[in-house]
């Protein structure tokens, strides 16, 4: 029996049960951790679906390249689990090593994405992963760690795509833990098509089941709908796996109840419940009504229990239903953190952005280091109109320059998909360059500010980079502005009130962006002591409840004057704003009034010359 996969020369099924048998059993006798990851090439059946199998082939090629080139001898291995699964095997490795190995393998696969010959959009650019990583106790198998890291896997998959989580085990698990394991034990046949902890179908169950429904019903007209639970992860932290379990066993318990009308029931993922109705018992209103039903708050916290609600419309019933399944996905994450109980239908519209999403991931490193990113300009004055400093603000330059594609187009999908801060780093440094080469000129006093994404501080070391950066091109720090979003302050208050407190102290001077536009309270502003504060452009431009605004703006401007701050006005685009915003005490001024964001050698030219 062969052990190699034909496709991309990695170890199969057989090979895994091999030699990644071996690398357990070693681990066991060792008393040293072993860990193993599920990866799963996100949309993968969409885009084998659109664009056909030898696109599809390709990707596979180019994601087990990425693996083979990270194997290690008894260290790291890899192997083709079937379609689109790969499973990564390691032993020794720490968590943090292996959290180093998951990066590699995430970066690596978006270097490998699919070149255009192809197909006009990518047909892959991530892959999501799931580990478990633990020291082994005598008598585990390699299925226990697969059902495992098969989950978790899933429950990354259900947050976002390119993601990796990994759960450690610890060094005394049983398999008691996990009831689903004990039983798959005693009852294979059973256990492959349900799940344990609801009886409902499991994910494979409800495929098959589906399918079946449709084959023999060629005349019938069926939707497919997919609940997810809004943010069940903090349910389950907050908690426990306990009363999550309580939450799911209640879901299912309703969708048993016959309510709804179903043909088919499935937990198909963690916290995902799918179900197929027949079109002529389909009626919105019972679903919501039935859903609205378990919405509530969980009795002595603040967790309000809410579901959103995908739906797909079959139209191709020979379809693979795990598209079908992706497809409800798609609606689901269409929608933006919704608070309520919403019902929303796919349609191709939303298939097409995650397209273009996807160009953009998969295009943006070599971009970057192609230099397709630059910064505009934009200026900043003060009340007498002079120049006192600028916005850096970027651009991706397209097709040697013909296209200038605003950040609006990318910045969102890069901070989804965790790129977000090597976009981040670059500008902020091409803005110190800047500053380096104005030395000696007119030029040589102003600011620039910067922008910092949410995620930023998870991958980089913001002070220190800033530092780094001020250090590197003999800058004053309080030339560089970092500016935060008052929505990225907010997120996490505390870390954020020691991560401003500490660039302060370095002579860094912070600003708040948009601010106006969260719905934090005047309050913040006496805990983040930062030192600029710019008003939120749409709050400035606003025509509408005039007088409102004016006693808001009034308030804020005042506030940021008892605690020493600047203020900034942004988006001012006519000469009766800068009046009146100058009356009311705003200190500088941003917006078309003066200009628009420019490239810096026109920036340079209006600038320099004077
Ligand atoms: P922002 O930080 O609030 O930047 C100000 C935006 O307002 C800019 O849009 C600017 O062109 C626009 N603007 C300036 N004056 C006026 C005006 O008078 N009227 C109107 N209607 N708009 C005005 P832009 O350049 O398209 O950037 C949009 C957003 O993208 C930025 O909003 C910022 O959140 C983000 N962004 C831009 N560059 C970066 C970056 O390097 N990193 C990160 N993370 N985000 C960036
Ligand atoms: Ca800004
Ligand atoms: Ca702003």
């Given at each position: 029996m062969t052990e190699t996969d034909q496709l991309t020369g990695l170890a199969n099924r057989f090979g895994l049960n091999h030699h990644g048998g071996d690398m357990l059993a070693d681990c066991i006798r060792g008393k040293k951790p072993v860990s193993l990851g599920v990866l799963d090439i996100d949309y993968f059946k969409l885009y084998n679906d659109n664009y056909g199998h030898q696109g599809g082939d390709e990707c596979i090629k180019r994601v087990a390249n990425v693996l083979r080139d990270l194997q290690e001898p008894g260290r790291v291995f890899a192997a083709r689990y079937g379609g689109d699964e790969f499973i990564v095997m390691t032993s020794g490795m720490n968590q943090d090593e292996l959290e180093g190995l998951a990066d590699s393998i995430r970066n690596g696969v978006i270097d490998a994405a699919i070149p255009h010959a192809y197909s006009k959009a990518l047909p892959v650019a991530t892959v999501s992963q799931g580990h478990c990583v633990g020291v082994p106790n005598e008598g585990d198998s390699l299925s226990t760690y697969l059902s495992i890291a098969d989950k978790v896997m899933y429950e990354?998959?259900?947050?976002?795509?390119?993601?990796?989580r990994i759960r450690n085990l610890g060094s005394s698990h049983s398999q008691e833990e996990d009831p689903a394991l004990s039983r798959g034990l005693e009852d294979v046949e059973w256990s492959t098509y349900h799940d344990y902890l609801t009886q409902l179908l499991n994910r494979e169950g409800f495929f098959r089941e589906v399918a079946s429904i449709l084959h023999d019903n060629p005349d019938k007209d069926y939707y497919l709908v997919r609940s997810n639970i809004k943010d069940f992860k903090l349910a389950n932290q907050f908690?426990?796996?306990?009363?999550?379990?309580?939450?799911?066993?209640?879901?299912?318990?309703?969708l048993k109840s016959g309510r709804i009308k179903t043909e088919a029931v499935g937990r198909i993922s963690g916290d995902h419940f799918a179900f197929l109705i027949d079109s002529d018992n389909y009626d919105e209103q019972v679903l919501r009504d039935a859903f609205l039903k378990q919405s509530r708050t969980i009795e002595g916290t603040k967790y309000i229990l809410q579901y959103h609600l995908g739906v797909y419309r079959i139209e191709d019933k020979s379809m693979d239903v795990s598209i079908m399944c992706d497809r409800a996905n798609i609606a689901i994450n269409s929608m933006h953190n919704e608070s309520e109980l919403v019902v929303s239908y796919y349609n191709d519209t939303m298939m097409e952005n995650i397209l273009r999403e996807n160009v953009v991931i998969s295009e943006f490193?070599?971009?970057?280091?192609?230099?397709h990113f630059r910064i505009f300009l934009q200026p900043i004055v003060?009340?007498?109109?002079?120049?006192?400093?600028?916005?850096?603000?970027?651009?991706?330059?397209?097709?040697?320059?013909?296209?200038?594609v605003s950040p609006a187009e990318f910045i969102g999908v890069l901070e989804k998909s965790g790129l977000i801060h090597k976009l981040d780093e670059y500008v902020w440094e091409e803005a110190a360059k800047l500053l380096q080469s104005w030395k000696g000129t007119v030029l040589e006093h102003i600011f620039v500010s910067v922008n910092i994404s949410l995620q930023d501080d998870n991958y980089l070391d913001i002070e220190r980079v800033f530092s780094g950066l001020t250090e590197k091109y003999g800058i004053a720090p309080a030339q560089l502005n970092p500016e935060f979003t008052e929505t990225t302050l907010i997120s996490d208050t505390r870390r954020h009130i020691g991560l401003?407190?500490?660039?302060k102290e370095r002579g860094f001077h912070v600003e708040i962006?948009?601010?106006?536009?969260?719905?934090?309270?005047?309050?913040?502003?006496?805990?983040?002591?930062?030192?600029?504060?710019?008003?939120?452009?749409?709050?400035?431009?606003?025509?509408?409840?005039?007088?409102?605004?004016?006693?808001?703006?009034?308030?804020?401007?005042?506030?940021?004057?008892?605690?020493?701050?600047?203020?900034?006005?942004?988006?001012?685009?006519?000469?009766?704003?800068?009046?009146?915003?100058?009356?009311?005490?705003?200190?500088?001024?941003?917006?078309?009034?003066?200009?628009?964001?420019?490239?810096?050698?026109?920036?340079?030219?209006?600038?320099?010359?004077?």
């Open positions: 990354v998959k259900n947050g976002a795509r390119n993601g990796y908690f426990g796996y306990d009363k999550g379990n309580e939450i799911l066993v209640e879901t299912a318990e309703m490193e070599d971009a970057l280091q192609a230099g003060d009340r007498d109109q002079e120049l006192v400093g600028a916005e850096a603000l970027v651009r991706w330059m397209r097709d040697n320059g013909e296209t200038v401003v407190s500490s660039l962006d948009d601010f106006g536009s969260g719905y934090s309270s005047l309050n913040v502003l006496n805990d983040i002591r930062a030192d600029v504060l710019k008003l939120d452009k749409n709050f400035v431009g606003k025509t509408e409840n005039r007088d409102r605004n004016m006693s808001i703006l009034t308030n804020i401007i005042e506030m940021s004057k008892t605690l020493e701050m600047k203020v900034v006005a942004e988006g001012v685009e006519t000469q009766a704003q800068f009046r009146t915003l100058s009356e009311m005490g705003c200190d500088m001024f941003q917006g078309f009034y003066f200009s628009k964001p420019i490239p810096p050698n026109e920036f340079e030219s209006k600038y320099l010359a004077k």
